[in-house]
């Protein structure tokens, strides 16, 4: 292994030889003049705008505040015929109410997860150009996988503190370190005839509540 | 299990069959025409896409050019965070590490991402030798595992086939490998995606072992990164108790930052989406308390040519390609041609640069791959890191023609000129001789404007195949340098 390690650090190095001793430093090599996001947008209009592509992804979108999350979450549910839902340990307790709770555990398979109807996560960030939602494992997020196996998530974004409006800007936010999942729409492929079909591995079904604090 | 690329023909004659295939040629236009539009209009949404472009370039450029350093940072990074890496100079080193890891987890199957560098390396069939059976869950792999096929296209594997074909294939196929296609399947893409899903679903929960590439490395963090659109990749990334990942070693970038642009370029260039549904992000076994990320973590680093066509000043800029395709459906003559006839992995306009230069111009499928193109720059336009692959081109033909020095498994070597190009070289030596003999020069051109006459319309001899499907140049009836003195440049004619 370490034979190996030097050989291909060697032929690395012949190759580079011409490579001058003193080129550019990494901060002056690569220009940085592209933007910083795009359009100057109010912070609601970059709401507007998440919303906006959320949708054109097939998202379902829905808006409410705080005071009105418990009951648009339960109305979310009952429409979809959600007998148990999976929940993050980290997510405020009084969001759901009259349904059947599955905490996630450490130790549940993915056959219990696969068992469970749907699945609601809070976010760390959303992007607004590209329309995504981007989960680090957060206690209100939990595990990667609890938002894959189920076949409906239900995502809560707090609007406008958890939107940004571009990937630059949501990159800064984050921490690299953790396991991150960025979604942008339900699971889609385009590999039967380069057509965009949603709905194969990850949920079927996303809907996203964009929950103001008033 | 699947079809092979090993003796394969030379690119024309591969094509020649290709060309002739209607269903398959229909397939093709269809696919290739309906993405392009949708990339152009993702693509015009940024008002920064130049500047995106060249900072994807440069950081790219700055990155290969500090290879060495930047791969130590990365070992440095990804350890600490309790993975564990591997070097593989060559497919076969690369093969035996990854079975040896699966066997010692006590699997004998696992479940694979889709992964260019496995697929370069034949990495099932090596496992297959071992007795380990591996499962392609991309819908496009499992298309081509399924039918016994090759892939013809970077990102869409089975673009060559149509959702008829699809359908038999599952109806045919599925058994065999787990859970049956449903007997009444049709061929809407949304039941083909079904079927799919419930094939897969089974093998996802059982999985203890699964192996990936990866998009992009962050020397300075470690972090891996996977870009999918299905939740295939996050399936295979998250639920096995061990990832084993096989990446080349260009795929780092040096900061966590850089991640910026090419997140806004790739998706764009290739599914044509403002960003791909998934994008899965890791960090060794970070996080592997708490959240579910594996508990054992393996990065092979996989040499395998790359560090002989960094060798090459010209070629190396096909280092830069992040494999998003956007040059495959571009390309007229991939287009007409299917991904195929070019013979390797990598097949459309990046394949025709990259595969000579990553296996030598040894065979003579490679040998004519730098022929595979018109060189009319489509595919350098649409490059979201700006490879000038029409330059590559006319470089690696250069080296077919001319021989030269070139560097094979590390070692330099001097590569002899190529046999089938005796006339060519001939022809170039002529050229050189009447050039440099202006008395000759005039001669031979008054010569030939007054025997145009008797000109045939097809070259003769190993002329005729390069005539055969284009005009022979008309020779004017006096020859440009005797019209220069006679008018005095054109002035005593007006």
Known sequence: ?214 | MSGTFLGMPAFPEAARKAVADETLRGNLRHATHTIRAKRARAVSELSDWAALREAGKRIKDHTLRHLDRYLIQLEEAVTAAGGTVHWAADAHEANRIVAELVKATGESEVVKVKSMATQEIGLNEALEAEGIRAYETDLAELIVQLGGDRPSHILVPAIHRNRGEIRDIFRSRMGAWGRPAPEDLTDSPAELAEAARRHLREKFLRAKVAVSGANFMVAETGTLVVVESEGNGRMCLTLPETLISVVGIEKIVPTWRDLEVFLQTLPRSSTAERMNPYTSMWTGTTGSGTADVPRAFHLVLLDNGRTDTLADQVGRQALRCIRCSACLNVCPVYERAGGHAYGSVYPGPIGAILSPQLRGTGSEIDASLPYASSLCGACYDVCPVAIDIPEVLVHLRERVVEGGPVTRAGNKVVLKPAKGHAAERAVMRAARWAFSHPGALRAGQRLASRSRRFHPRTLPGPGRAWSASRDLPALPAEPFRDWWQRTHGGKEAR
């Open chain 1, 1 to 214: 292994m370490s034979g190996s390690r030097e050989l291909i650090l060697g032929r690395v190095r012949r190759a580079l030889a011409d490579v001058p001793e003193d080129e550019t430093p990494y901060e002056q090599a690569v220009p940085r003049d592209y933007g910083e996001r795009h359009g100057e947008r109010t912070p609601a209009e970059t709401v507007d705008l998440l919303a906006e592509n959320l949708a054109d992804y097939r998202a379902i979108v829905h808006r409410t505040n705080a005071p009105g999350l418990p009951s648009v979450l339960a109305g979310l549910l009952a429409a979809r015929g959600a007998r148990t839902v999976l929940v993050p340990a980290g997510l405020p307790s009084h969001w759901l109410t009259g349904v059947e709770q599955v905490a996630d555990r450490a130790e549940s398979t993915p056959y219990e997860l696969d068992r469970v109807d749907s699945v609601v996560t809070g976010c760390a960030v959303a992007i607004a150009e590209t329309g995504t939602l981007v989960l680090d494992g957060s206690p209100d997020q939990g595990r990667p996988r609890i938002t894959l196996v189920p076949d409906h998530h239900i995502c809560v974004v707090r609007v406008p503190d958890q939107v940004v409006s571009s990937v630059p800007q949501a990159l800064r936010r984050l921490t690299p370190t953790r396991p991150m999942t960025w979604i942008s729409g339900p699971s889609a492929t385009s590999d039967i005839e380069l057509e965009r079909v949603e709905g194969v591995h990850g949920p079927r079904t996303l809907e996203v509540v964009l929950m103001s604090e008033a």
